[in-house]
C-alpha cells in the first residue's frame, strides 16, 4: 500500500483507498501508508467503524475522509427521514475541520422507487447543511 501511495504521490496525485469494514485496527497503518482520502466510510455496515475516532485521526494527519452514509442499506432501502438523519449524522461527525467528502457508501444500484426518492432526499438533506 505504501509502494502505491508512494508511485502516485511521485506522479503529483493524491491517493485515495477504498475499505468498508472492519478496519479500525488498521486506521494508523493506513495513515502511514501515505493515503490521502480514505472512502468507504459506512455507518451501517462498517463492522468495527467509529467515525468519531477516524475523524480524529484523518483530521490529525491532514487527511480526508469519503462516504458517511450507507447506500445498501439506508439509501436503497431506508426512508426519506433515515436518509435524511443519516446525512446530518455524516456531516455532524466527519465535515468539522474540513476534509470530508458525502456520499453513499458504496453507491447506489437498485434502480427502485426508494433508491430514487431516497437519493433526492440525500441531495435536499446536503443542500439544507451545506
Do not use: C
Request: hydrophobic share 45%; aromatic share 6%.
Amino acid at each position: 500500500l505504501a509502494a502505491e501511495a508512494a508511485l502516485v504521490h511521485q506522479a503529483g496525485r493524491k491517493f485515495g483507498y477504498i475499505i468498508t469494514s472492519a478496519f479500525l485496527p488498521l486506521v494508523d497503518d493506513i495513515i502511514a501508508a501515505g493515503v490521502d482520502v480514505l472512502i468507504g466510510l459506512d455507518p451501517s455496515e462498517g463492522k468495527g467503524t467509529h467515525l468519531p475516532d477516524i475523524k480524529r485521526r484523518f483530521r490529525a494527519a491532514g487527511r480526508a475522509l469519503w462516504g458517511g452514509v450507507s447506500g445498501a442499506i439506508t439509501v436503497e432501502m431506508g426512508t426519506r427521514e433515515e436518509t435524511g438523519e443519516a446525512v446530518r449524522e455524516a456531516l455532524d461527525t466527519l465535515a468539522p475541520g474540513g476534509g470530508f467528502i458525502l456520499s453513499p457508501v458504496d453507491n447506489v444500484r437498485e434502480p427502485t422507487d426508494t433508491a430514487r426518492e431516497n437519493s433526492r432526499a440525500f441531495i435536499e438533506a446536503w443542500k439544507r447543511m451545506r
